[in-house]
């Protein structure tokens, strides 16, 4: 009886284990449709990977069945899973790992992965989405809109129930996909990019802090270990710009370059204007807005109008600026919340809807 017993659960434990290399052995990679500045790599066979800096980047499939399986290699950032219309799932920093979705039931479904974190000094990898079931056609979208700015354009501490928040704290607040550009994009069904980083300005970053660098110069990287010159066939109809915060929310310290506040207003204008030409050379149809808050005493305001007087003299007429106020700043450091988000990207809607751009 004892061997008996040996040989059959033997037996049953050798077709369990058959049974398991047979579902991973028929895993296939599905079809991938990515948002944001990702670089795309492929193995011998045939598997996309997508490694990503940027916040506010996205993967989407669509399949009919009922197995999904997400495959990561991203021990730093926070995601989102939202299978059709349901609830997001939170995926907080998943490591190496594999991540079956629990509780599919069969039929045709789209999938959305959404990256909501912001990492400044280190990238991540999505390794795809995996399933035994067949693909079904993802979306296509023929609108673009793209959103290059600071903090603000992040969401920075957008869901915190405090102004007063740790690093900790900060990093799980931040939802970039609650932030103004995601909300925008998706009213208008349109792709779109996140293109900004905390701290950082046109000329001069937050208090002067590294003063190497600026988020003009991050811009033309897909990741931001400065290896990757971003090349791709995007092409928005909308480019909406908010950046100065960090140029003029606080006062010059005495190792600074620009010895005068007006010595520092004129570098602004001065490379604004040239960062807005040379994106304008390479989509010469997109809509600009130029964005900024009416605080610090209107200077920053202030500087925006004479950026925005500057190009239009220049012949760019698809352009003009939104100066918002009566924002709450409930987020993280007096940062807007998600609320002001949700009146930030009105304004743009209301804006665009106004010139037509669709």
Known sequence: ?????????????????????????????????????????????????????????????????????LKFDDDQNNFQLIIDSGEPIAIKKPGKTDYLVPNLTKGKHRVRLEKISETQSSSGRFLGFYSDDKPAALP????????????????????????????????????????????????????YQINASSGFGIVRNYNGHSPDKNLIGLYPFTLHTNHYIYASNWQPQVIVIGLGTN????????NERWKTRAELQQDYVTKYVGFVKSLHSKHPKAQFVLMASDKMEGELAGQVGKVLAQLKADGIKKIDSIIF???????????????????LADLIIKHLQSKKVW
């Open 140 to 191: 296509k979208r023929k609108r673009q809109i793209e959103f290059i700015g600071d903090s603000y354009t992040v969401g920075y501490g957008n869901i915190s129930p405090s102004r007063e928040c740790t690093n900790d704290e900060l990093f799980n607040t931040t939802n970039t996909q609650l932030a103004f550009g995601p909300l925008v994009g998706k009213h208008f069904n349109a792709d």
């Open 1 to 69: 009886m004892t061997m008996n017993l040996t040989r059959i659960l033997m037996g049953l434990t050798s077709i369990a284990f058959s049974a398991s290399l047979y579902a991973q052995a028929t895993l296939t990679q599905l079809p991938a449709h990515s948002g944001g500045r990702v670089l795309v790599t492929t193995n011998e066979a045939g598997e996309k990977a997508y490694e990503y800096s940027w916040p506010g980047v996205y993967f989407e499939t669509a399949f009919e069945g009922d197995s999904l399986t």
């Open 325 to 343: 106020s009566e924002l709450d700043y409930q987020g993280c450091h007096w940062h807007p919340s998600a609320n002001d988000d949700k009146l």
């Open 247 to 254: 140029d003029f929310s606080t006062q010059l310290n005495e």
